[in-house]
């Protein structure tokens, strides 16, 4: 498996009265001539190399016996080995993910562990599972969703040397309801029963509804001629 390679290759010859000498080779196909030479790997003991990338590879080894008392020499060729590099999987802490208010700070979601570098794609969910998501790259700000329980999770691409991943548990995280704002400029407006409507100077942030009240009669008053509404009413003539 990439990044965890521990092996060796072997190979078993014997002769009398001859010297045995030992050169392996690799190649980029399953056959055992025209292949690249080993430098130092000239033992009956090949140890694989631990950096290979994820992938398949071919190796054979060329045995040359020598004989001592004229120093002729004879070669065989090994069959080919054939070395498979599995690719790795991706393990990864649990995502950070943070709550947030309606319209504040958005938070960023993050993993702690990332050993691919690949690109982490994230999506959230309003229900607990990681399916079906909707990708996070589209909320462009903390205004974007409602607030809320939402669910995150992650999709990893599959790369050269490691397996694709897609999280097996999601993340909670809450969008808080952000507090109601209220701007008001305090006008002295008198008005008689019957004339056109006014506009109130109100600025309202959110959603809510305004309901107006007012249990002071000197604040607020509803004048009818001389008559002033919550006093005795004039007498008619």
Do not use: H
């Not at 704002?181 to 509804?209: H, R, W």
């Amino acid at each position: 498996t990439y990044g965890a390679i521990n092996g060796s290759l072997n190979i078993e010859a014997t002769t009398t009265e001859n010297e045995l000498s030992y050169q392996w080779y690799s190649n980029n196909t399953n056959s055992n001539t025209n292949g690249t030479l080993i430098e130092n790997a000239n033992t009956n003991t090949f140890t694989i190399p631990t950096g290979l990338n994820a992938g398949t590879y071919y190796y054979y080894c060329v045995v040359t016996a020598t004989k001592l008392s004229n120093m002729q020499t004879a070669s065989t060729t090994s069959n080919v080995a054939t070395v498979t590099v599995a690719k790795a999987n991706i393990y990864y802490s649990d995502i950070t993910m943070n709550d947030y208010v309606y319209g504040g700070e958005m938070s960023i979601p993050s993993i702690n562990n990332n050993p691919c570098n690949a690109d982490v794609v994230y999506y959230y969910n309003s229900e607990n599972s990681t399916t079906d998501g909707t990708l996070w790259s589209t909320v462009k700000d903390s205004s974007s969703l409602n607030a809320g329980t939402y669910y995150m999770y992650v999709v990893i691409p599959e790369t050269d040397n490691y397996k694709g991943y897609t999280s097996t548990s999601a993340k909670r995280f809450t969008i808080s309801k952000a507090a109601g704002l209220l701007s008001y400029e305090i006008t002295e407006i008198t008005k008689t029963y019957g004339d056109a409507n006014f506009t109130n100077p109100l600025t309202i942030v959110g959603d809510g509804t305004v309901t107006y009240s007012s249990s002071n009669t000197n604040a607020v008053t509803v004048s009818i001629e001389d008559w002033t509404y919550g006093e005795d009413p004039n007498s008619p003539t």
